[in-house]
Structures are given as structure tokens and as C-alpha cells.
């Protein structure tokens, strides 16, 4: 689901820390210096929903998921 992001992240010269799909959800943790970002994209039927997230450095609590 989240192919094109990840040639995405590589190509902009992102590491990949985490390359993880499980029941329909996939994620991906990078690094690029020391920003940092979380990746996430799962669906249910016809709807996918993503979230991205992006901190100038890894924070303590990596939960990217919306809130609410």
C-alpha cells in the first residue's frame, strides 16, 4: 500500500528503520540525519487512511496515529 512512499523516502536519501505490514497496515520508520519520520497506512474495504509524521529528532513516544 505505502510503495510508492517508500521508493519515496529512499530516493530522498531516508534510512528505513522499520519496514513492518501486518493485517493490512503498513509502516515505515526513517531517519534522514536526525530527522525522523513514522509512516502508517492500513484500509477496511475501499478506505485507506495514512498518517505521517516528521520530527527534526526521534521523540520519545514514536505513536504517529491520529487523535480522536
Same mark, same amino acid.
Given at each position: 500500500?505505502?510503495?510508492?512512499?517508500? $521508493? %519515496?523516502?529512499? *530516493?530522498?536519501?531516508? $534510512?528505513?528503520?522499520? *519496514?513492518?505490514?501486518? &493485517? +493490512?497496515? !503498513? $509502516?515505515? !520508520?526513517? =531517519?534522514? +540525519?536526525? !530527522?525522523? +519520520?513514522?509512516?502508517? %497506512? &492500513?484500509?477496511?474495504? &475501499?478506505? $485507506? *487512511?495514512?498518517?505521517?509524521?516528521?520530527?527534526?529528532?526521534?521523540?520519545?513516544?514514536?505513536?504517529?496515529? =491520529?487523535? &480522536?
Amino acid at each position: 500500500m505505502l510503495s510508492s512512499y517508500k $521508493t %519515496a523516502l529512499l *530516493d530522498g536519501h531516508w $534510512t528505513l528503520i522499520v *519496514d513492518s505490514s501486518s &493485517g +493490512g497496515r !503498513t $509502516t515505515y !520508520t526513517a =531517519r534522514n +540525519g536526525n !530527522t525522523f +519520520g513514522v509512516f502508517t %497506512a &492500513g484500509g477496511f474495504g &475501499g478506505t $485507506t *487512511d495514512i498518517d505521517a509524521c516528521a520530527w527534526p529528532s526521534a521523540p520519545a513516544e514514536q505513536d504517529c496515529a =491520529r487523535r &480522536g
